[in-house]
Every structure is written in C-alpha cells, then in structure tokens.
C-alpha cells in the first residue's frame, strides 16, 4: 500500500493542477477501534471515484483528526490507512446540496485482529494474490440459495466450468479439488463442486499443486498440478447435509442420486450413488494409471519406463471416459473418510469407489489425405458399443513424528473389467476413382489391476532452511486381454473393378504386467538467508514384460495357429539414476531459483519369442529456472523456464508388430536420436480492489529442436500407408498459448463485465511420399461476457466471441482448413411469486465452411427448466427439465493432423423432457435442521 501511495503521490504532481478547485470539504478523526487511541499522522488520502486518481493528500494532526479543504464537487474515495492498521476506503460524494462531508470517528482495526484483512466499508474484498495462490473470497459473490459450489466457480474470473461440470482455471484443466487442503474423493472434482453448498464456502484457493517434496523444501521441481482448494467457514464443520433426486423423463432418459454428508469439527464422512442416462451424473471419475487404451512402451522425462495397454493397438479399448460421443448410462458409488486427531498429530483420508459405464453410439468421419500430388478423399462409419466395471479403494496416513520430522504413507488399489465391440466400414477415393473399402469387426474383452504404495518423509533441522526429505514408492500393475479381428479389404483398378481382397480372421491375447520400484532423497541448505540449494538423487528399477500372441482359425470356432510375424514376449529390465541441484534466492518481493536434474538410464529388453535383444543407454537433461515478483497482496508476476529430453519410444525404434489397420503400416527406426524441448511460461495477475478490477495474463511458448516426426509413404493406386519415424534436424515444431482475462464491476448498472483472449496453436512437419509437410493449427477466440445477479429475483450470465482456426499444408495450400466461427452461451433464472423459478441453460455454435469442406454448420442448444419450490427453506423442488428443445444437439468436430484434414459427426443426447424431485437437507452449526 505505501508503493501505491507513493505512486499517487508521483502521479499527483502533474494531475492535481488540472483539476478545478472549489470550497468543497471533508473532515474526520481517526482512532483504534478497541483502546480508542487517536492515531496521529494517519495518512489521508482522496482519489477520483472513476479512474482511482489522486485529488488529495493529508496526515491527521496530534488528537486524529484531519479536515481537507478546496476540494471541487464529484464523486471520490476516502483511503485511510495507518502503519500495522487495515486501510478503511468509503465512497462519498460533494455537490451543491452536500458541500461538506463529516465522516465523524472512523475506528482503524489493527491487522492483527482482522486477519489482515484490508477492511472497505459495507464491501468484501473479492480476490487476494498471495506468491502463487489466488484467493477468492466467497463472501463478495452472490449465488442463489441452496446453490452449489459449482455455480460459486462459474462467477470467479479467471474460472470456466462447462456443461459437464469440466473446469478449466486460467487456460488449463483443473484435476485436483481439495477441501480444507484434503483429498475429497481423490481423483473426482465433480464430487466437491456438485456436492457441498456454496454457502458454506469460506475461501476458493487456485493454484498449481506442487509434488510433497517441493511443497516442503518450498523449491520449485517442475511438478505442479492446477488444482482448487475449498476453505469452508467455521461453523459448517459441524453438522450434516445432503441431496437426493429422482427423475425420470422421455425416450426412456433418467436420472437420479443421494448425497450424504456428516461433518464433526476434524472429521469428514461422506457417502453417495447415482445413476443415469443422460449425462449429468455419474460421469466425472477420472482414473488415470499408467496403463491406458493402447498397448505402447515409452520413456518418461526421468527415464521411467511406462508399458501402457488392455487390448494391445491390434483391438479397440476403452479407458472409461465419456467424451459427449455416444449415449452413456453410468452406474457409481463412493464413501470418503477423513480425520485428525491426537492433537493433528496424527491424520487419514480414505476414499472407496465403485462404478460402471456404457456408451453406445455411431460415429462418421471425413478425411482428406493431402499428398504432393494428388489429394485422397476418405469416409468411414463406426457403431461402437463400450463397458467397463471398477472400483479403487486409496488411504494415505501422515503422523507428526516429532516437531520437525513427519510421515506419510499412501496406498491404492484399483481394479477394473472393460468389453469393447466395434464395427467399422470404409471407403476411399482418388479423385472420381475408387481405390478401396473395407469393413472390420474388434470385439475386446481387459480385465486390469494396479496398486501403488509409497512412503514419504521430511525432516527439518534447527539451521532454518536445512531439510532432509526421502520418498520410497512401488508400483504393479497387470493387464489381460483377449478379443477378435475379423477385417476385409477390398482393392479396386482403374475401371472400377474389384481388384484384389484381403481377408483377416484372427483371436489376439495380451498380457501385461510391470513392476517399478523409484526412491529419491533430497537435502536443502542455506547459503544465506536469501540463498539456498536442494540437492537430490534418487534411484529407478522397472521390471516389466509384454506377452502379445495372435493365432488364425484353423477351422471354425478354432483359433490355434500361432502367426509368428504378428507374436512377441518382450522382457524389458531398466535400471536409472537421477541426481539434480536447484538454487533458491528469495530477498523482499523477488523469489528466483535456477538448477538441472540429470538422469542416466540403463535399458535392456529381450524379445523372447524371437531371441532379438536389445540395449539402450541414455541421459536425460531437464534443466529449469524461474523468476518471481510479488508487488502486493494483489499483484503478481511470474516467468519461468523448464527444459526437458525425450527419447524415441520403442514404437518408434522397434514398433511392435500389429496388423489392425492393414492398410496402415508402421516402420521401425533403430537410428533415432533424442529431442529436446524448451518452455518458457509467463504469468501476471493483478487485482485492484477499489475498482474491483481483476486483470490475468499467462502465456506459454515451446519449440523442440531435432523433433521425431514421421516419413509416411502412401501408394495411390491402392491407398495403403506406410509410416517410419524419424529426426527432422533442420527444422524446430512449436506450440503456445496465450489467454487474457479482463473483469470489472461496471457500478452504475451493478453488473460485472469481463473481456478474454485465448489463442493456441502449433507448427509440426512430416513427410508425406518423402517431400517436407508443414502444419499450421491456429485458434483464435476473443470473448466478451456479462452477469448480473439480484438475490431472489434473478441472475444472469452472458459470453460470447468470434472464433478464427487455421489449419493448412504446405503441400495443398489450396485444399486448407481455414474459416471463421462463432461461439456463445449464456444463462439466466427468474424468480416468479408463489415459489416459481424459469430459466434456461443455452449455447450456440458456428463453424463457416472452408476450402476442404464446403458446408458450413451451426446449432443452437437450447434449455429450459420451470422449478416450484416448497417448505420454509426452498429445499424442496420440482423441476420440469427440457433438454434441447430445437433438437440441434448434433455432435461435430474438425481438425488437421500432419496432412490429414479430418471431420468427425457422431451420436449424442438430443432432444427428452425430465421431471424430477430434488430435496436438499442441512443441519450445520447447531440448531434445528432447515425444512
């Protein structure tokens, strides 16, 4: 605040005299609110209502008191502020009625008291900025009652929450929300922010997550996770509160859920069930593990090893998700237990959930392949049918050993049953000719398990700053697989005629497991009490095998003729070492840490179905650095820098062989080198709290120098492909980011009004029949947005903005994938007397035509409900739900890749009618539950 006062001060030399000055006045006395002690020299300070400039400049004289004369007439703010005293702000106003302003004792709190609170009459400060952390202050937004945190987030600048609930935080997703800085049902943010009541939120922390060790050496190490911390007021610690919803609608859709959660000072239980078809619920378990939809083995950036599969490339998987393609019914359940106790020396969270998915539906798709000299035109359908059964079951434990060391210990299991049946039919043209169809059938059937434990520990000595932590983890996991592929390809000549075919009939197995066991130790020093280092080395031992077998049928309902060409066993054994050091300086305002990490990894892999072996020995480099400036409690900015290696995956040098798109061939490169890619990161937030003014700036810029891309030869006449990775030396890919954000309360019309910027894109090569391919991808999508909110009455939310996408190839300039857009939605609820509530939940889309694929598209979605409230706390409704009412929900997308242009229509949730029973049910901090 003193920075800004001088500022003030500095502007006003030059200001001042231009402002006409008449026999306006104010006067006041200034003293602590408790001991009524008059605060002598109080700095007194008027700035212009509208743009914040400085008018005026006093101090308080010996009793506190202080009076500012020539003052012209308008509107103006009053900012008092006093060393180790919160500031008071009050707006006032001087005209020709009121030509003095008396604003008698004002009574100054000392921060202490207050939290360090910065105090603005009748007003709560809306957002604060502490080192990466930005703080909401639930108390200075608005929501209905019996509101969510979910519709909370939707008013915080900087944070979007889409249709499903999805959040994305100053450009990226945000995968982790805690509650009270714990795990909440682990991996699931839908379960806080569709769950607890916005009304009992104290604070929305948002930040990027650091790994345990760089939270606790308070070093940066490149791990971060962007993640949202819900702090709830005091008194809604005690108590229980819940939902339940029933509804059932048209076309057979349905829905419902119970939540139930009982919260006792330091201990938290919770409990809940859904099911649905119509993808609001049971729809946001996010189950990420080192194992995924596709057979692939690949190094990480410190050279671990991740064997990642169920069904292997030659089958279709699924991995549990819904993406909006299909019609998903989703089946879940959970329970989550946290406490603390022996005087939080000691604490557990646990979570245990159960779930099952379907997903059905068709898919389309148009491709354009462009090669040097001619252009393939491609289109294809798809009926798929998806399932998958899992549950997961995680503990962690942490206990304060003593005062300076500490302990904690993690455990999950996670286990899961997934079937897979797809059809496809496709065809391909050159120009006016027929080159090929095809049709093929994948059923799969993967039965998975994973489990992971881990210790960590921390010590801090007496030496301020000089800390000792170790990690020690181990991880299994397992994956079976068995299905079919039955595929025919049918080859066309010149005339039109059948050509050629080739027929695959085949059962295919798959069998994973690995096994990782990973250490690392790190030690921090202080040089100064500005300087410090952290210092780390850590261990890696994987041991993991790939058993892949597919056998023809010898005669019906007979599959036991092993193909050799098509069979591997891989052993795969990898022993690491990583040692690193990283330099901290942090003085006054300015944080700056600098370092590298290295990794030395010892790779050896026998294939025992052929003898073939295989040894690789690599050094990874990850060097980082980053630079930091705190201007206030309100302000911020940051840069940053992290550099990493990446080694060619055994696709790439040694592909595994796979047949399950014959006309798609993959090429081993046992000559590849590493890549290397550098990011910088730039990151500005400021607040201005006597505007109510958030303003939010982040960028990101990467290239990667001696890139692995792909060689990819195509045979016109028949149209098959076969692809070969390898170093593109001569030429850098790229990709950035940039988003803006701009919010301020407009206060003559009580509205809030923001401005974003977001805009992406990238650079990539391949080769294309041996010539150089450039890609370029661009989005651009400017948006405008308005709300405005009156407590039982209405609210409403608008945002909308032009799009702009590029995607061409240099090798058909011509044939490009550039056009305009537009993209909107909005919302808005009525309150109606006798306890009705409308409203409507709505978005529209534009997509123009372009050079490859002349129509354009549009759709508006459209919803609507009609709620009537019952009992004393309008916890009671019911609610008729209309989903879609134009029925225009029709799924589409378009994107490039490499010189593949590709536009995709798809199955989705259209046009149904719901009516449910919703009943919200609370009793917290004492008293007699709401009814």
Do not use: C
Not at 375 to 382: A, D, H, M, T, V
Not at 616 to 621: L, P
């Amino acid at each position: 605040m003193r920075f800004t006062i001088l500022l003030f001060l500095f502007l006003g030399l030059g200001i001042v005299p231009l402002f006409a000055q008449n026999n306006y006045s104010i006067n006041g006395a200034a003293a602590d609110s408790v001991a009524n002690v008059k605060l002598r020299n109080t700095s007194v300070v008027i700035l212009n209502a509208k743009d914040s400039i400085l008018i005026k400049f006093t101090r308080a004289v010996q009793n506190g008191s202080f009076n500012v004369g020539n003052l012209s007439k308008g509107k103006f703010i009053l900012l008092v502020s006093y060393p180790g005293y919160a500031d008071y702000v009050e707006h006032f106003s001087l005209d020709s009625v009121h030509s003095t302003h008396d604003f008698g004792a004002i009574s100054m709190k000392l921060k202490a008291r207050i939290l360090q609170e910065v105090l603005i009459k009748g007003t709560a400060v809306a957002i604060k900025i502490k080192g990466d952390t930005t703080e909401f202050n639930a108390a200075a937004y608005k929501i209905q009652p019996n509101s969510k945190v979910e519709d909370l987030l939707k008013q915080l600048p900087g944070i979007e929450v889409d249709k499903d609930g999805k959040i994305t935080a100053q450009g990226q997703a945000v995968n982790k929300v805690l509650v009270d800085g714990e795990e909440f049902f682990g991996d699931d943010p839908t379960l806080v922010t569709k769950n607890i009541r916005g009304d009992m939120v104290d604070k929305v922390q948002l930040y990027d997550k650091k790994s345990d060790q760089a939270a606790f050496t308070g070093i940066d190490d490149g791990q971060k996770t962007k993640t949202i911390n819900i702090k709830l007021k005091e008194d809604k610690k005690n108590g229980y509160f819940g939902k339940t919803e029933d509804g059932g609608g048209t076309n057979g859709y349905y829905q419902g859920q119970v939540l139930f959660n009982a919260f006792k000072a330091k201990q938290k239980f919770s409990v809940y069930g859904t099911t649905g078809n119509n993808s609001k619920v049971g729809l946001g378990w996010e189950d990420n593990q080192k194992y995924g939809s596709s057979e692939n083995v690949q190094f990480g950036d410190s050279g671990e090893i991740y064997i990642t599969g169920g069904g292997g490339d030659d089958l279709d998987s699924f991995d549990g998700r819904y993406n909006g393609q299909g019609i998903p019914l989703a089946r879940t359940g959970g329970m989550h237990y946290d406490t603390k106790w022996n005087n939080d020396k000691e604490s557990i969270n646990a979570n245990y959930k159960i779930g099952s998915i379907n997903v059905d539906g068709t898919s389309n798709n148009l491709t354009q392949n462009n090669l040097p000299d001619t252009i393939l035109n491609s289109s294809s359908s798809q009926i798929f049918y998806n399932y998958m059964f899992r549950q997961k079951l995680d503990a962690v434990y942490q206990v304060k050993l003593d005062t300076s060391s500490n302990l904690k210990l993690s455990v999950d299991g996670t286990f899961k049953h997934s079937q897979t049946r797809n059809n496809y039919n496709s065809s391909m043209m050159r120009n006016d000719t027929l080159v090929n169809t095809s049709t093929r059938d994948l059923t799969n059937t993967v039965d998975q398990k994973a489990f992971n434990a881990s210790a960590f520990y921390t010590k801090k000595f007496k030496k301020t700053g000089r800390t000792f932590s170790f990690n020690i983890s181990e991880s299994y996991s397992q994956s079976d697989a068995k299905g079919y592929l039955k595929s025919e390809i049918d080859f066309f000549n010149a005339q039109h005629q059948k050509d050629s075919s080739q027929l695959i009939d085949q059962f295919k197995t798959n069998n994973l497991k690995s096994s990782a066991l990973t250490t690392n130790m790190t030690y921090s020093e202080p040089f100064s009490k500005t300087f410090a280092i952290v210092v780390n080395y850590g261990i890696g031992i994987d041991n993991s095998s790939a058993d892949r077998r597919s056998f023809n049928r010898s005669s019906a309902g007979n599959y036991n003729i092993l193909v050799d060409s098509l069979s591997s066993n891989y052993k795969l054994n990898q022993f690491s070492n990583q040692a690193g050091a990283i330099f901290n300086y942090k003085k006054g305002k300015t944080i700056i840490n600098f370092g590298t990490k290295v990794m030395d990894v010892n790779f050896h892999q026998v294939d025992e179905h052929t003898n073939n072996v295989l040894d690789r020995n690599f050094i990874n480099w990850a060097p980082q650095a980053s630079y930091q400036y705190r201007f206030s409690q309100q302000k911020s900015f940051r840069l940053s820098y992290n550099g990493n290696t990446t080694q060619p995956s055994l696709d790439q040098i040694q592909p595994l062989r796979v047949n399950n798109d014959p006309l798609n061939i993959v090429l081993g490169n046992p000559g590849l080198t590493p890549s290397f890619t550098n990011r910088f990161n730039i990151n500005y937030n400021s607040y201005k709290i006597l505007t109510s003014q958030y303003i939010w700036l982040y960028g990101d810029y990467s290239f990667t120098s001696n890139p692995i891309v792909n060689n990819t030869t195509t045979n016109p006449i028949s149209g098959k492909s076969i692809s070969q990775a390898f170093n593109l030396g001569s030429k850098k890919t790229s990709s950035f980011f940039l988003g803006a954000n701009f919010d301020k309360k407009i206060e003559k019309l009580d509205m809030n009004m923001g401005f974003s910027l977001n805009a992406n894109g990238n650079i990539y090569y391949n080769l294309a029949n041996n010539v150089l391919n450039m890609t370029k991808s661009y989005t651009y999508n400017p948006r405008l947005s308005f709300s405005k909110y009156k407590e039982k009455k209405f609210d409403f939310y608008l945002s909308g903005g032009p799009t702009y996408t590029i995607n061409e190839s240099s090798l058909q300039q011509q044939a490009n994938n550039n056009g305009g857009g537009f993209k909107a939605d909005g919302q808005f609820n009525i309150y109606l007397p006798g306890k009705f509530q409308i409203g409507s939940y709505s978005n529209y889309e534009y997509t123009a035509k372009t050079a490859s694929f002349n129509h354009d598209f549009s759709k508006l979605i459209i919803n609507a409900f009609i709620i009537r409230t019952f009992l004393k706390g309008d916890n009671l409704k019911l609610e008729l739900w209309g989903n879609d009412l134009l029925n225009q929900n029709v799924g589409f997308n378009r994107n490039a890749t490499a010189n593949l242009i590709t536009q995709n229509s798809y199955t989705t949730i259209k046009r149904y009618f719901m009516f449910s029973i919703i009943y919200d049910f609370t009793k917290m901090g004492g008293g007699a539950p709401k009814k």
